[in-house]
Every structure is written in structure tokens, then in C-alpha cells.
């Protein structure tokens, strides 16, 4: 076919808008803000319609037991509060949130050692995810760096992208963040001139690494917070959730300025009300309330009436206590199978608390390439390449032990030891011959700390190509 000059007239039966040999799939591509590049489907979202599959055990999602909760008497509890106080219950509210709901956090908080908020200091927020959304947007501008440990929640990742911050990653191990780690960060990340806005820390039955910073970490975290005026968020929806001691002293119970709590009722009561908050100086709080009344209005009435109310008429210690038993047996269910059953070189954190436990696979196994195969096998995890911006985390899986009954985190378990077996045989078939299909691409080295920094998009790019 010939080529005609620009603006040629075209002839009598030629199409004169002819449709774009690859017609574009989304018409809007090149209007989305560039916020909205880096976004993309969490590890655990697109999990979800494998983990609803009745044959499928999910050792993927963090949901907690609500079934475990005394539903007829929630229930009572809801239809009371509507026909009783109905006009406010169905109305709009402050964009601060209830403050009788305020000061019974002020109460749940004290739990922790923070014994002197206020409750003028407090945001309800829609779950702690909202809670971290708001503190990102009153701190964090294109361009930022944020502290977070490696691994990190990933709706925490998910928010920090959409920010357009860049992640640095900082190094755990079995007592939660490394101090020394978090400092050297901290000085090479002055030597480049980067603004570093603040450290995000889970430092209880951590999300998904399943450990807790202990109390000498928590106080060297804190100094070194002093020395380097670094803001800390304190994401910290676990700490009632502990199998063996008392609640650990939050960090924000040793420093009042520098600290920005997040807290939730997902855990301890129920993740479908949507009931978090933000403890923050008075200030900020200001700026958080300003940018919540611009996402939301205020937060639901309902559901704040509800979990107040639940608060001041059931017994909700009690009821974390019974969570507690519950999630303790599940957690011994998935250590003592662990142990029997995994494959040499496996090996995997021991949660004192919470929901997760984190497992790193033998002889640099890949769980995300591993995934389908277990998907097969009817067992599912999280691979842990979901919780690092950075594309770390390959060898890794999050395993959630929170859901599902003892029995079946056991068969989970077995279905997983042998998932891991198997691929431990192709791998050393494969590795005898060397096509480098299983490789992945290598993690940043000590000494190359520049590689650790990324963002805004998670990277998945493998050595070939494949994402
Ligand atoms: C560490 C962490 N932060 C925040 C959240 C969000 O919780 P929610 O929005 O339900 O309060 C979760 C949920 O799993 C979490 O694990």
C-alpha cells in the first residue's frame, strides 16, 4: 500500500479515521495522574477469588475470627442503639469523630502505657488504613523518603506509593528493627540530601514478619529518633493481641511529639465496622482533621456509636482475651506442623502475638514462582515479594494462621511441606543444568544501601525481563 504525504486528501472509499492498528484498551491512559502509576494490585487482592475456593486453605488473608464474637448480643447491641438514638446514630458527625468514642480509646490506649492522651488529641478514622492515608498526606510530598522495615504492611506500601514517596527499607531480624540499621539509614540518607519525612513502625506481632520489637530496641529506636529529629508512625493494631506477657509500652507512651499513633478496633472487635484512629499532637491533628473532612466529611456515625457502646456495655476485655486463646491455638497448630513437616533449610519467625507468621524457603526458592503450583495443591500464602518496594522478599511467604481451624492449618501446612518438596526437586534438577529460569534477580548487598532505595512502584522486574 502506498504511503501518501501528510494532509493527501484521501480517496473515494478510504476511511478517512481509520481505526489504530493496536486500538488502545483504555481510551483515558494518558490522563491519569502520575500518582497512579506505581499503583497495582496488592499480593493479597489477587489472591482473593483462589482463597474463596471451599477446597483452597488459605494461610493468605489476615481475617480476623469475628465468628468468635457474641453476634446475637452485637446484634441486639446495633438495633438498641438505631431505635434508641436513631437521629444521631443516622446523621452526619465531627470530622474529628464521637467524643464519648474518643474517650474510650483514650481508655484502650492506657492498656499500653499511654496514659496521657487526650482525647481533644485523637481522629477517628475509617479503620487505621485511613489513619495512615491522612498522616501520609499531611506529611508527605512527591519525591519524599519514608523509613519503613523490611518487610512492611502492604496497605502501608500501598499508601506511601500512591504518595509518590519513596520507600527505604530497613532491616529486621527476630527483635524487630534493627536500630544500628535504622541509623546508618538515617546518615546516608542525610549525606544524599533526601527529606526524610518519617519511620513507619509496627513494632507489635509485626504485619507480616510476625515479631516485636523488644524493649531495649524500642528505647534505642527512640534515641536515635532524639538525635536525628525523626518523626516515628507507630502503626499498632496487635498489641492487645499478645499469647505470653502484658501489653508492651507503646512507643508513643515515651515521647508525646514525636510520635504519631495509629490504632483500630479490626482486631479487637471487628474489621467491618471500620473503626480506627489517630493519636497525634495537637497541631497535626488539626491538619488531619482539615484533610479527613476533605476525603469523607467525617467518619460513619453508626459504626462509631456502636463500637462506643460496645465498649461501655460488653465485656471486651474478655473478649480480646478469648481472641487470644483462639489465635494462640492456631498459632501453636502452625509452628508444630512447621516443625514436623518442612523440608530442611525452611525456616520461619515463632510470633509471641498476633496473626503472621513469616517463612523464608530453602536453597532461594521463589514463592511468587512457587505460587501456582501450590495454588494446585489447594494451599495458598502471601508471597513475600508483596511486602517490599524495593522487589525484595523472593524467597519469603507470609503464612496467616488467624482464619482458619487448627485442622485445617495443619493440612494447609502439610499440603505446603510437600508444594516446597517437589520444588526443591526441580530446582536441583534445573540447577544441575543451569538455565537460570529459577533465578531471581539479586537482592541490593550490604554496601550498595543506594539500591535499597526505591519507589514510588514496586518492582518486580526479574534477570529476564518477566514481571
Ligand atoms: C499493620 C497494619 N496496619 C493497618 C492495618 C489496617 O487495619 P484497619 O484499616 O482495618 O484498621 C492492618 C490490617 O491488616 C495492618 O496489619
Known amino acids: 500500500m502506498a504511503i501518501l504525504p501528510p494532509g493527501t486528501p484521501p480517496g473515494p472509499g478510504v476511511n478517512p479515521h481509520p481505526a489504530p492498528r493496536h486500538p488502545r484498551l483504555d481510551p483515558l491512559a494518558d490522563r491519569y495522574a502520575a500518582r497512579t502509576h506505581g499503583m ?13 475456593r471451599p477446597e483452597v486453605v488459605s494461610l ?7 465468628t468468635a464474637l457474641p453476634l446475637d448480643a452485637v446484634g441486639s447491641m446495633i438495633g438498641e442503639l438505631v431505635s434508641g438514638m436513631g437521629a444521631q446514630t443516622l446523621q452526619y458527625g465531627s470530622g474529628q469523630g464521637d467524643p464519648r468514642l474518643r474517650e474510650r480509646i483514650c481508655d484502650v490506649m492506657a492498656l499500653e502505657g499511654i496514659t496521657d492522651a487526650s482525647p481533644s488529641e485523637v481522629v477517628v478514622t475509617v479503620g487505621s488504613q485511613q489513619g495512615l492515608d491522612l498522616v501520609t498526606r499531611v ?16 496497605g502501608a506500601l500501598g499508601v506511601f506509593q500512591s504518595a509518590e514517596a519513596r520507600v527505604r527499607h530497613v532491616p529486621m531480624d527476630d527483635d524487630g528493627l534493627i536500630p544500628e540499621a535504622l541509623e546508618q539509614a538515617l546518615i546516608e540518607c542525610r549525606a544524599n540530601g533526601d527529606r526524610v519525612k518519617f519511620l513507619y513502625t509496627v513494632p507489635n506481632y509485626h504485619n507480616p514478619a510476625g515479631v516485636t ?3 531495649p530496641r524500642r528505647q534505642a529506636v527512640m534515641e536515635i529518633a532524639d538525635r536525628y529529629d525523626l518523626l516515628v508512625v507507630e502503626d499498632n493494631p496487635y498489641g492487645l493481641l499478645g499469647f505470653d506477657r502484658e501489653p508492651m509500652r507503646a512507643l508513643r507512651a515515651r515521647d508525646d511529639r514525636r510520635v504519631i499513633y495509629l490504632g483500630s478496633f479490626s482486631k479487637t472487635f471487628s474489621p467491618g465496622l471500620r473503626v480506627g484512629w489517630v493519636l497525634a499532637p495537637l497541631a497535626v491533628r488539626e491538619k488531619l482533621v482539615l484533610a479527613t473532612e476533605a476525603q469523607v466529611l467525617c467518619p460513619p456515625s453508626l459504626t462509631q456509636y456502636a463500637v462506643a457502646r460496645y465498649l461501655d456495655t460488653q465485656p471486651w476485655r474478655e473478649q480480646i482475651k478469648h ?3 483462639l489465635y494462640r491455638e492456631r498459632r501453636d497448630a502452625t509452628l508444630e506442623s512447621l516443625e514436623q513437616l518442612m523440608p530442611a533449610g525452611t525456616t520461619w519467625t515463632k510470633p509471641d502475638g498476633g496473626f ?4 523464608k524457603l530453602p536453597h532461594g526458592l521463589d514463592a511468587k514462582l512457587m505460587q501456582p503450583r501450590a495454588v494446585n495443591a489447594h494451599v495458598a500464602y502471601v508471597p513475600g515479594i508483596g511486602f517490599y518496594a524495593d522487589g525484595g522478599g523472593r524467597e519469603y511467604m507470609r503464612l496467616s494462621y ?3 481451624e487448627p485442622d485445617e492449618i495443619r493440612e494447609g501446612v502439610r499440603r505446603l511441606a510437600r508444594v516446597i518438596e517437589a520444588e526443591l526437586d526441580l530446582h536441583s534438577t534445573f540447577d544441575a543444568v543451569d538455565t537460570g529460569t529459577f533465578r531471581a534477580a539479586a537482592r541490593p548487598t550490604p554496601g550498595h544501601e543506594a539500591e535499597n532505595m526505591v519507589g514510588p512502584a514496586n518492582s518486580d522486574t526479574y534477570e529476564d525481563g518477566r514481571a
Open 323 to 325: 481472641f487470644v486463646e
Open 356 to 359: 503472621y507468621v513469616w517463612l
Open 402 to 404: 488467624c482464619y482458619p
Open 139 to 154: 506529611f508527605v510530598d512527591p519525591g519524599d523518603v519514608i523509613l519503613a522495615e523490611a518487610p512492611s504492611y502492604v
Open 213 to 215: 520489637l523488644t524493649e
Open 60 to 66: 493468605a488473608g489476615g481475617m480476623p475470627a469475628v
Open 40 to 52: 497495582k494490585t496488592s499480593e493479597i487482592r489477587a489472591l482473593f477469588s483462589v482463597v474463596s
